[in-house]
């Protein structure tokens, strides 16, 4: 049995800054990039992508949420989220709504989202998988 992968959050910062670059954010210029760690061990990352009928716009935590699923599933242990105008000053990330309603289900209450809080702080007594048990 293998230990359970501890996040590097140097790393994820970088990844998430590098995949920030990639954003598709012609509308709002705004950069968004997320960097997940999974309890196999693999980093997922996504970046925001924008649609020019605004609403269908995917965001960054979406994007990492599918990319995970896509590259075998599993359980997002850390998530660092980046987001800014100016791709070589992102700031720290604040997950929407909806993207914490996603992080929820993939990582669950005791997520840490950018090191200092969990999931749960920043979606208190979240709807849920149990809920539908
Ligand atoms: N955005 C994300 O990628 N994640 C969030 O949690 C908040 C917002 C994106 C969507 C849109 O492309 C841009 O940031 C401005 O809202």
Redesign the pocket.
Known sequence: MSATPQPDWEDLYSQARAVARN?Y?P??R?H?G?AGLVDDGRIVVG????NASYGL??????SMVCAMHSGGGGRLLAVA?V?GFDVDDLKM????G??RQLLFEAGGAGLPVNEHHTLAEILPDAFGPDELR
């Open positions: 954003a954010a509308y709002s705004y968004v997320a970046c925001n992508v924008e716009t995917l965001c960054a935590e979406c989220v987001g990330g604040k997950p929407c909806r993207c």
